[in-house]
């Protein structure tokens, strides 16, 4: 499921590919990804108009059109992409809508299982304030006291939080597991045994895992040698301890930690 370094990387592609230029056609392959808005209006809004800019909350990418206030909301679900193809280069499988731009180029949203959405958004902090959604993960408005503050005294598996939408914005099942780890925090120990010395650790860790993946493209290949993700699988030796990976289901979610390296704290 793409997470906040995975969507970052599609800000990049569509930043560096598609601002500016102007919208010739929109087509969808498969009409069930667009949400809350007819493709007759959608089209509308779009047509002879530009991508201004885009910003990102959590999950969630936002474009503003040119002429108007309206954003283009992307958000991937599951198993959603983002591509920009060049003139001549083939649509990626599972390609639902396609933006083309006139003097070539296509901008691609692709996804298998349809569990993303594309759909209009007039402003994007009501839309944040709408969803209930948490501060994005890397803002500045996220800073160590108040990741304390959200998380102090709150009931629940840490893992839990991290992954709640509505406390964090941007965090999934895969950074929430290679926080933990770097952080040596069991994903089931409960929030409220963890100090506001040991939140603030895990607030710089959190940064630290989130930014060098977005350094690293979101590619696991090229994470350092000591992130779990490269040996995010059962049965694995642990980077640091050389100990045996494990799997274990915390609220339904497959979880990879190392019970040596990791000890639950009640």
Do not use: W
């Not at 040119?66 to 983002?82: E, I, N, Q, R, Y």
């Not at 299982?113 to 969803?131: A, T």
């Amino acid at each position: 499921m793409p997470e906040l370094p995975d969507v970052t990387m599609y800000k990049k592609i569509l930043d560096g590919s598609s601002l500016h230029k102007t919208i010739e056609k929109i087509s969808f392959s498969d009409s069930r990804i667009l949400k809350g808005v007819s493709v007759r209006k959608f089209s509308h809004i779009l047509k002879g108009n530009r991508f201004a800019r885009s910003l990102q909350h959590g999950k969630n990418l936002l474009v503003q059109v040119s002429g108007g206030s309206p954003h283009v909301l992307l958000h991937f679900g599951m198993t959603g992409a983002l591509h920009f193809l060049e003139r001549g280069e083939d649509e990626p499988v599972y390609t639902r809508c396609v933006f083309t731009f006139a003097g070539g180029g296509r901008l691609a949203v692709s996804d298998q299982r349809l569990l993303g959405k594309i759909g209009i958004v007039e402003d994007p902090q009501s839309f944040v304030r709408e969803k209930g959604l948490g501060p994005h993960a890397t803002g500045k408005e996220l800073h160590a006291e108040r990741f304390v503050q959200i998380l102090s005294g709150r009931k629940g598996r840490i893992k839990t939080a991290l992954m709640n939408q509505s406390v964090i914005a941007g965090i999934g099942n895969i950074y929430s597991d290679e926080t933990l780890y770097q952080a040596s925090i069991h994903p089931e120990s409960d929030v409220r045994s963890l100090d506001s010395k040991t939140l603030q650790d895990l607030h710089g860790v959190m940064q630290r895992v989130l930014r060098t993946a977005i350094r690293s493209g979101a590619d696991a290949e090229k994470f350092p040698k000591d992130f779990l993700l490269p040996n995010r699988r059962s049965g694995a030796s642990c980077p640091r301890c050389k100990g045996k990976i494990e799997k274990i289901r915390v609220n339904g979610r497959g979880t990879y930690l190392c019970p040596l390296c990791q000890k639950k704290q009640q």
